[in-house]
């Protein structure tokens, strides 16, 4: 069983324009006065410097593949159709862990205290999608290790609540990932606390 790889001091390439796609703008249609957009930029930079970025993977065999089931090696049942789509083909599996720590929550919820809605808004989107960007660079850096052994990774990766795999099925990626060990904890409902923090999971294959 393959243990866990940790990746920190990250500063993971972002498009900005899914920020502005997470606030409800298109910039091919919708055009931001001057003002706007620097205050924009401006709080996108501060949530960018305010987070904690780590990411970490393992990659786990995959004992069967039997739709909507996906088995690992220890056992760990994993049920979703469209999930066992995914792996269909694939030999293992690449499950991923990102989060940006706590710090950039207290901000968040500082600016909410203080009325400064539209500021805690901007930060929030920015958070989250430079945090999912950490799983970009995950698979990134997975997927350069695994082209010497003639592997590759799918295109596509699932996280939890999408679609039928269950939002209940956190609790293995998290128990797999040893979330606790990352400053991660789950409430009853297996979100992720703190809020900036994902787990997602994608298939290993040959070429």
């Known amino acids: 069983m393959h243990e866990i790889k940790v990746m920190k001091n990250l500063k993971p390439a972002y498009d900005k324009n899914l920020i502005y796609a997470r606030l409800g703008y298109d910039k091919t249609r919708t055009g931001l006065p001057p003002h706007v957009h620097e205050e924009a930029e401006r709080l996108i930079k501060k949530a960018e410097n305010t987070l904690s970025l780590v990411g970490a993977y393992r990659i786990m065999d995959i ?11 220890d056992g760990t049942i994993l049920s979703g159709i469209k999930l066992a789509e995914l792996m269909k083909g694939c030999s293992q599996a690449l499950i991923m862990l990102a989060t940006g720590g706590g710090k950039i929550m207290e901000l968040i919820g500082r600016l909410q205290e203080e009325g400064r809605m539209s500021e805690a808004v901007v930060i929030d989107a920015a958070a989250s999608e430079i945090t ?37 099925q956190q609790k293995e990626l998290y128990r797999l990932m040893d979330g606790e060990a990352f400053g991660i904890s789950m409430n009853e409902a297996c979100m992720l606390l703190p809020e900036k923090s994902v787990l997602a999971i994608t298939g290993i294959s040959g070429i």
């Open 132 to 168: 999912d960007s950490v799983l970009d660079m995950v698979m990134l850096h997975v997927s350069q290790l695994l082209r010497s052994k003639g592997k590759i990774l799918t295109q596509r990766r699932f996280s939890p609540g999408y679609g039928d795999f269950d939002i209940l």
């Open 63 to 73: 004992a069967e593949t039997s739709p909507p089931r996906v088995v690992l090696e």
